[in-house]
């Protein structure tokens, strides 16, 4: 249903983690005050516009950037969603157009089409759920990765000063 917002709720395993998902649908038009408290809520975002409908693309970087001001963030885990790619003949934006897009936005891209195969969907929700639990992974501790780089560069020399040329 397009006129209203839908909410999923399922249980998934990725990479060998665990991982509870909400996914909230929203329809096209949501006033941007109450589209502000949806993002707040959101860990991360697909941006979804038809590869037939030009407006629906343009308005994609309006969106990426009251979801970048809304999270205070410019690295908000997003993918970029061209979806209709089964129409070919109607097609208004090309996968060129919205590669560029998603690097100007700092965001993956897909290009898909939902009527054709689940399969497409899955893995867009993937690789955002892959792009969301690499954010919220604690940055590794740069003392012990340096200790441990140490360690090795010392080993290594008195295994090198030892041996007899």
């Known amino acids: 249903d397009h006129k209203r917002e839908m ?27 109450s589209l502000e408290s949806y993002i707040c809520w959101a860990d991360g975002f ?3 516009y038809s590869i037939t409908q030009r407006l629906t ?12 001001k809304t999270k205070h963030s410019l690295i908000a885990p997003t993918v970029l969603v061209a979806n209709k790619a089964d129409l070919e ?3 208004k934006v090309t996968t060129e157009e919205g590669g560029r ?4 936005l700092r965001c993956s891209f897909t290009e898909l089409s939902v009527a054709e195969a689940a399969s497409g969907v899955e893995a867009a929700v993937l690789q955002l759920i892959r792009l969301v639990l690499d954010q919220q ?10 200790l441990t780089v140490r360690h090795a560069l010392t080993r290594k020399l008195t295994r090198s000063k030892t041996m007899q040329w």
Do not use: N, Q
């Open 7 to 33: 909410m999923y709720r399922c249980s998934r395993t990725v990479d060998h983690e665990d991982v509870d998902l909400e996914i909230l649908d929203l329809p096209c038009k949501v006033f941007p005050a």
């Open 46 to 48: 697909l941006l979804l």
């Open 57 to 68: 693309f343009t308005e994609v970087p309006r969106l990426k950037a009251l979801i970048d």
């Open 89 to 91: 003949v109607g097609r």
């Open 101 to 104: 897009l998603a690097k100007d």
């Open 137 to 146: 992974r604690p940055p590794p501790d740069r003392r012990s990765y340096m």
